[in-house]
């Protein structure tokens, strides 16, 4: 069975800072790995995926992630945080079971921009 | 394309109604599922579809029946709410469970 942990339930950084968010995952097989990203009152959105390929994956926004195989691990980096990239940031995997694929969140990391 | 949509937006319920949380998607997608957000619980899976006719239980399906009779709509009941309902519901869809989710914006219901 899958699971999602993210460390820190809220990541506090200044303006021009390195971003980083962590994500590890228990899976019995490759998974697909997924960070969204939620900005007040709306929905989440697609910052960046891992499917296949290159384990290093850029997104929107400036941020990337490194899948990890052997640390189980797709931890989110932006190199220089803007006060825009405050927002609640989510870790997905998404692995076969059953002929399907059924996503697994984790419970999110709130990341708070100081000037 | 107007993506996956939600309605309503915001709903007040007393304790033992009944009501129907809309979900529609304008896609195609086969996928569609429901989550409950609540403050330090993060996304929790109350149920999902993987194409017209079949649905399936997440983690947190007490309470909440749904049916997919389209593949366009996947609407969620809740058939006696209780103040323990009280959160923010978001649909989503996607072409099958491992690709990207696409988001609604959210319903806030709030139980008295």
């Known amino acids: 069975a899958q699971s999602v942990t993210q460390l820190g339930s809220h990541v506090s950084v200044s303006e021009g800072a390195l971003v980083l968010l962590r994500c590890n995952y228990s899976s019995s097989v490759p998974p697909y790995l997924f960070w969204y990203v939620q900005y007040p009152n709306q929905g989440l959105q697609l910052l960046l995926k891992?499917?296949?390929?290159?384990?290093l994956v850029k997104g929107i926004n400036g941020f990337e992630a490194e899948f990890k195989k052997s640390e189980t691990s797709f931890h989110l980096t932006k190199p220089s945080a803007h006060m825009s990239d405050a927002a609640e940031y989510f870790c997905a995997v998404s692995e076969a079971s059953g002929g399907s694929y059924i996503p697994t969140f984790g419970r999110g990391t709130s990341l708070i921009v100081h000037p | 394309n107007a993506g996956v949509t939600q309605t309503p937006k915001f709903q007040v319920l007393k304790t033992g109604q009944s009501m129907t949380l809309q979900c529609a998607q304008d896609?195609?997608?086969?996928?569609m599922s429901w989550y409950r957000q609540d403050p330090g619980m993060g996304l929790r899976l109350i149920h999902y579809?993987?194409?017209?006719?079949?649905?399936d239980q997440g983690e947190v399906p007490n309470g909440y029946n749904v049916s997919r009779s389209t593949t366009e709509d996947f609407p969620l009941r809740l058939l006696s709410a209780a103040p323990s309902q009280t959160s923010v519901y978001f649909c989503a869809s996607s072409r099958t469970g491992g690709e990207t989710q696409y988001f609604g914006p959210g319903t806030r219901l709030l139980v008295l």
């Open positions: 896609m195609n997608h086969e996928y």
């Open positions: 891992y499917t296949t390929g290159a384990t």
């Open positions: 579809s993987v194409g017209a006719g079949i649905t």
